[in-house]
């Protein structure tokens, strides 16, 4: 069993910034972990669709949606088995819910939700200021 814990969402101002973290643990039923993994944020506002930020390969290579290159950064820490996200100039139009995903199989590039097999529970970052 397969599980993702999002911490660190909280309420940011215009301009500012915030680290989401996702940590996980278990395996699949093949015994694959989270090295193994293509890792991926999404996120969801109010009245929207969920839409693709950002994902990274099991080596670390990353690719992002337009809307946050060059503000928002991805990366993971195998040895911790934790993914993160760091939010930077952040604007009224970030604030959703993050979402980290895990897909078990090489996809890089797919900005997909169905290519994604595992999901955590979300992480709330409101912005007001």
């Known amino acids: 069993q397969v599980q993702l814990v999002e911490t660190g969402g909280g309420l940011v101002q215009p301009g500012g910034s915030l680290r989401i973290s996702c940590t996980v643990s278990g395996r699949t039923v093949s015994g694959r972990t989270f090295t193994d993994f293509l890792m991926g944020w999404f996120r969801q506002a109010p009245g929207k669709e969920n839409e693709f930020v950002a994902a990274?390969?099991?080596?670390?290579?990353?690719y992002y949606a337009n809307s946050v290159k060059g503000r928002f950064t991805i990366s993971r820490e195998n040895a911790k088995n934790t993914l993160y996200l760091e939010l930077i100039n952040v604007n009224p139009e970030d604030a959703a819910v993050y979402y980290c995903a895990a897909a078990r199989a090489n996809r890089y590039g797919t900005r997909k939700r169905d290519d994604f097999d595992y999901w955590g529970q979300g992480a709330q970052v409101p912005i007001s200021g």
């Open positions: 990274a390969s099991r080596e670390g290579s990353r």
